[in-house]
């Protein structure tokens, strides 16, 4: 079974709008970590935001947030106001705390901005 | 401040040949771990070296080993190559053995397997 499932392939995006990019994630761990990840056409993968489990608030950076929703398992990433510079490949990731090391991370989303 | 740099940056093989790829981590970081990314696809855990020792390994063949120098640099290393081993490469570094938060990642180094 995947752990983490990003059910959209690509999004095209009007500048300035809001998008939302979905994640679901399967663990049966309590403690784990989700992670959002930005990977523009240079191949570097580019931290943007971070949630733990535990967390109780969800976690906001700049213009991203995360909607956090454990209960359905969702981890979603909202980028506020988009702009040109976000169109990239985004992935969701988790760390489970029985793998402590490593990330395991879904297939991504192809985000396009149109102006 | 440097950050993660790998090289090469792109690399031609045939199969059964073996390759070297090069990883220096970010200035301050101790912890280097090996991703590996097909086209099209996230990336998949290879392994992760932290004082100059394997610390968990991912579900790849022996294929694939490492070895991380005193200066916290790492190599990876692919033997007996497939047409299958065809993907982008990444470096990623953190501190104090930690995998998750802060990762750094370099640009990758993507190897094509002829």
């Known amino acids: 079974a995947q752990k983490i499932t990003q059910t959209q392939p690509g999004m095209f995006v009007q500048e300035k709008e809001a998008v939302t990019l979905d994640c679901t994630y399967d663990t049966s761990d309590q403690s784990y970590g989700l992670f959002w990840y930005k990977q523009p056409s240079s191949g570097e993968m580019i931290f943007l935001i971070y949630q733990g489990s535990y967390d109780e608030q969800n976690a906001t950076e700049g213009r991203y947030s995360l909607n956090f929703q454990k209960a359905r398992k969702s981890a979603n990433l909202v980028i506020s106001a988009s702009q040109l510079g976000d169109s990239a490949m985004y992935f969701c990731a988790m760390r489970e705390r029985d793998s402590n090391y490593q990330l395991i991370w879904g297939a991504g989303t192809k985000l396009i901005i149109k102006p | ?114």
């Open chain 2, 1 to 114: 401040d440097a950050g993660v740099t790998q090289s090469p940056t792109h690399l031609i093989k045939t199969r059964g040949q073996q390759v070297t790829l090069r990883c220096s981590p970010k200035s301050g970081h101790d912890t280097v771990s090996w991703y590996q990314q097909a086209l099209g696809q996230g990336p998949q855990f290879i392994f992760q070296y932290y004082e100059e020792e394997e610390r968990q390994r991912g579900n790849f063949p022996d294929r694939f080993s490492g070895h991380q120098f005193p200066n916290y640099s790492s190599e990876l290393n692919v033997n007996a190559l497939l047409l299958g081993d065809s993907a982008l490469y990444l470096c990623a570094s953190s501190r104090g053995g930690q995998g998750g938060e802060k990762l750094f990642f370099g640009s990758g180094t993507q190897l094509s397997v002829l």
